[in-house]
């Protein structure tokens, strides 16, 4: 089971092919589309699987067992119509368009680095319709097949000049709602509990359960309550916007949102929310799985291959704590979610064979 190598050229064609197919997250028939295209591409390859679902199939492709979980996603965060005012535009050393970088380069890089393998190596290559909005439906099929695989590499845009991302945040969203006590602000003012003096209080206190050394960062993004002037306020209520690098802060976060302090004891104060993806965080057997990327892409390209902590969250946060996970291997340019995305195709061929290798040594276990 061999197909022929991809060119560059072919390459670029695959990419154009899978932009002017507009997919944004929602869309299972145009996420349909894109899966046509990819399992063209791979026809032969290994054991091709289809499965519909609410958001759109997932694609899966195996060969034998054990090796490395290739993880892309089919969907993107453009509506259907950007490619009119944001065409396909092919400048050579750059291409831009509607998910050229996030992640439609990335497939294409996926594609062309299966089909380099020899035949005899094992790997197993997921695409899920649900990334940009969350992967709840793909959440449980994502983790299973991380528990498999020797190591998870995903598709995701590297750092602008090549670096991989080694550690992503953690994200929570969560609200706090307070219930005061309303009363006249002229007539009985000490009667009432002030739900916005309260919300305060905690507001300040929220900034000190910050640890900048530890990249725990919070943020009250909406804060609003009370009626009118003369009435003490009632009700209170704020969303923030939450931030950890380690699982331990992210449980520290949690267990001090069960239990606040109330600043006035007649207010009820409640923190609910969750985090949404846990944090990706690096441990030894990744950084060696790095350590070995490292070596390949210095040999390839001469370059230093960087290893990156982000903010962003991606399908990696839920598979680095499963299996040893590189993230940010796909391509390399500027502006993923941004009018001015776009992809430098110089690093596309020396992806494709840092990927290809990697796979190749995670099937040699
Ligand atoms: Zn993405």
Known sequence: MALPPISDDAIKKLVERLVKIESPSGDGEAIARVVEVLAEELDGLGILTITETTEGPWLELSRGQGGALLLGHADTVWPKGTLKEM???????????????????????????????????????????????GSAKSRDIIEDRARQARMVIVLEAGMPGGGMKISRAGVGDFTLAIRGIESHAGL?????????????????????????????????????????????????????????????????????????????????????????????EPNSESQSWAQRARNIWESLTGEELVGARVGGASDGNYTAGLSPTLDGLGPVGQGAHARHEGVEWRFMEPRVRLIGELIAQAGRY
């Open 188 to 280: 009985e003012p000490d009667k009432g509990a002030s739900a916005i003096r309260e919300m305060s209080h905690q507001v300040l206190w929220l900034a000190g359960l910050e640890n900048k050394v530890m990249g725990t960062t919070l943020n009250v993004g909406v804060a609003r309550g009370g009626t009118r002037s003369n009435v003490v306020p009632g009700r209170a209520e704020a969303f923030l916007d939450v931030r950890v690098t380690s699982r331990s802060e992210m449980d520290r976060i949690i267990a001090t949102f069960k239990a606040p302090p109330r600043f006035d004891v007649r207010c009820r104060v409640e923190y609910t929310g969750d985090f949404n993806r846990p944090p990706m």
């Open 87 to 133: 065409p396909w535009r092919d400048e050579g050393d750059w291409v831009y368009g509607p998910g050229t970088l996030d992640m439609k380069g990335g497939l294409a890089i996926g594609v062309a680095a299966l089909r380099s393998l020899s035949p005899t190596v094992p790997f197993r290559f997921l695409v899920t319709p649900d990334e940009e909005i």
